[in-house]
């Protein structure tokens, strides 16, 4: 306790700053830092002599802390208290030696003389109030910064310091009116108070943060920064239905035009609370329609729908379709009209790979890549590469390769047209034409986004692996054949040929492929069980391979959204971060064991 006092003073020290000193008092301080405290007191006396600076002062009195010698300190004090221009520092530090002397009522009695007579400018207050807080007298810290505001006659001042009393003492409500106190000095410390009182939320502090700030509002009901501050408050408590309503009702109040709404049906989405989200949106739909937001609320709302859809293993159908219905009614609204190319390219996206409308979606991304001179040139492209995946698809070949080649060299340099190349190269190995395929994949420059060169380097790879000169290619013909069919959606040919390479090839270098590709087919169909029995072969007699880490991830999931067992799910992606800590799916699941633990 003794050092600890001494630790005070030195920070005051460096509060106040030395003046220019003289090599004594170098010597001295050096002595100090060393614990040789009667070679230093020796140095500071004399230097305090020719030069009474307050900070000398204070490091004799620390040297005699350390020495044990309290009375001596005192005398000291008394001494030289008149010596200063402000006696301040020197009257609490006296209050504390008495303390270590035992005269408790003494120092006490001193405290409070200290801060109802002593203290009169600002800078006492402030000197008087940091000296308390930091030697852990909160409550006469506090004293002298309310003795400030009344003798200052400033109801605001020292908010900052009194708020961080209450704080330490657990005293929350308090502390979140004194930061209110804040906004109150001054509007311009809106977002400064609102800080403040976000830091304070824990599980310990909520009711009393609310408390104190649903009593504000209630005294200032018009006042939005307090709302403001309130919903901000229950978004930061993932109160979210109560933030709801406080947003709803601010912008109702003060008439804005859906900013906060909007935003908030954003931050919804990414706590992945999609039909509160889509609450907000529809708010905005029914009540604003002269907002910016207008149509972007039509549009993320549909967005909704598919990321919930996929958030779910296996792909939640109804969720697919009813994003398909939400762009459908977004463009009966606005039209078929190129700047809402988005919303037609997604809800064409949706109907081709999930809902096998291939016919309804190439009609409508032909109709408005027809109007390229309106459109975003990426935009056009974009949609004649999923024009190409439809022909592809119904088994037009060459028409298919005509447009995917016309984008690869019309975007050379570009992002899709990498991506038009490696959809050559994929749709080249399909028919069995891997020398072409290899041409077309190795081709792919290393500045293309990372989920295409991995795309790339993956299928290169798995076209080398199977056609050494050792190796026939039949067994990869019929996996490439397969896979064709699969993207064809005509699953029960591609199970059966799968079963037929199986039975022909039992131990070719395929087999995990095979696994794999059978349980993304199942999964398509929403039969889990069977996918299952396939991730489970694949985790029993190939967990060390390339399928190994994507196999446990996608049972954890089954677990997690359609089993619907998180205690299940939990133990397989803990034992997946353990199995493939370095896996590109490890930062998705540490915030998925983060989420279910919250929730357990």
């Not at 006092?5 to 010597?27: N, R």
């Not at 600002?122 to 000296?131: E, T």
């Not at 307090?226 to 109560?242: D, G, P, T």
């Amino acid at each position: 306790m003794i050092r600890l006092i001494s630790l005070f003073l030195l920070s005051f020290l460096l509060i106040s700053g030395f003046a220019q000193t003289d090599p004594e008092a170098d010597l001295a301080e050096k002595y100090f830092a060393d614990g040789e405290y009667e070679s230093a007191l020796e140095l500071f006396d004399k230097v305090y002599r020719k030069d009474p600076q307050e900070n000398y002062g204070l490091r004799i009195v620390s040297c005699y802390e350390m020495l044990g010698q309290f009375e001596e300190g005192i005398k000291f004090l008394d001494k030289n208290a008149r010596r200063q221009s402000s006696g301040v520092i020197f009257s609490l530090l006296k209050a504390s030696l008495l303390e270590k002397t035992g005269s408790l009522k003494e120092a006490d009695k001193l405290y409070l003389d200290v801060i109802d007579k002593q203290l009169i400018l600002q800078g006492d207050f402030v000197r008087a109030g940091a000296y308390l807080y930091q030697a852990g007298k909160l409550e006469l810290a506090n004293k002298a910064y309310l003795q400030g505001r009344k003798r200052l006659g400033d109801p605001y001042i020292f908010s900052n310091e009194i708020a961080n009393i209450h704080t330490q003492l657990g005293e929350f409500d308090k502390a979140t009116d004194e930061y209110l106190n804040m906004y109150y000095a001054s509007a311009s410390n809106l977002s400064a108070a609102n800080l403040a009182i976000l830091n304070l939320v824990n599980p310990q502090s909520t009711q009393e943060v609310e408390k104190a700030l649903l009593q504000a509002v209630d005294k200032q009901p018009n006042d939005n920064g307090l709302r403001s501050i309130l919903y901000e408050y229950y978004v930061q408590a993932e109160n979210f239905y109560e933030a709801f309503i406080q947003v709803k009702s601010i912008d109702r109040l003060f008439r804005e035009d859906g900013d906060r709404i909007y935003n908030f049906a954003e931050t919804m989405r990414n706590n992945k609370m999609y039909d509160l989200s889509n609450e907000a949106y529809d708010y905005i739909i029914e009540r604003k329609k002269t907002s910016p937001y207008f149509y972007r609320a039509h549009f993320e709302k549909a967005v909704n729908g598919e990321l919930k859809a996929f958030d779910q293993i296996p792909v939640d159908m109804p969720s697919v379709q009813q994003a398909v219905n939400d762009y459908g009614n977004l463009l009966k609204e606005f039209g078929y009209k190129p700047q809402y190319f988005d919303a037609i390219y997604r809800r064409a996206k949706l109907m081709i790979f999930y809902l096998n409308d291939l016919e309804t979606a190439r009609t409508e991304l032909e109709e408005i890549v027809r109007q390229k001179q309106f459109l975003r040139l990426e935009d056009w492209a974009q949609g004649q590469l999923l024009i190409a995946d439809v022909l592809l698809m119904q088994q037009e070949y060459n028409k298919a390769k005509l447009i995917y080649t016309d984008v690869s060299e019309s975007f050379k340099d570009r992002q899709i047209g990498a991506l038009a190349k490696f959809k050559l190269g994929q749709m080249a190995y399909y028919r069995g034409e891997f020398n072409l395929a290899q041409a077309l994949l190795g081709a792919i420059k290393d500045n293309t986004s990372n989920d295409i060169s991995n795309d790339a380097i993956k299928l290169n790879l798995l076209i080398i692996d199977n056609t050494g000169l050792d190796t026939t290619t039949t067994a990869l013909e019929m996996f490439a054949k397969a896979q064709l069919l699969t993207y064809q959606r005509d699953y029960k040919g591609s199970l059966k040929l799968l079963d037929s390479l199986a039975y022909q090839f039992p131990t070719h270098t395929l087999a995990d492929e095979i696994l794999w590709e059978r349980s993304n087919i199942f999964l398509k169909q929403n039969d889990i069980s069977s996918a299952m029995i396939y991730i489970d072969r694949i985790l029993n007699e190939f967990s060390t391979d390339i399928y190994g880490d994507d196999a446990l991830y996608t049972k954890a999931r089954i677990y997690d959204y359609s089993i619907k067992d998180p205690e299940a799910a939990m133990q397989y992606y803990m034992e997946f971060l353990k199995l493939f800590p370095g896996s590109l799916f490890s930062v998705e699941v540490r915030k998925r064991i983060r989420e279910l633990r919250k929730e357990g």
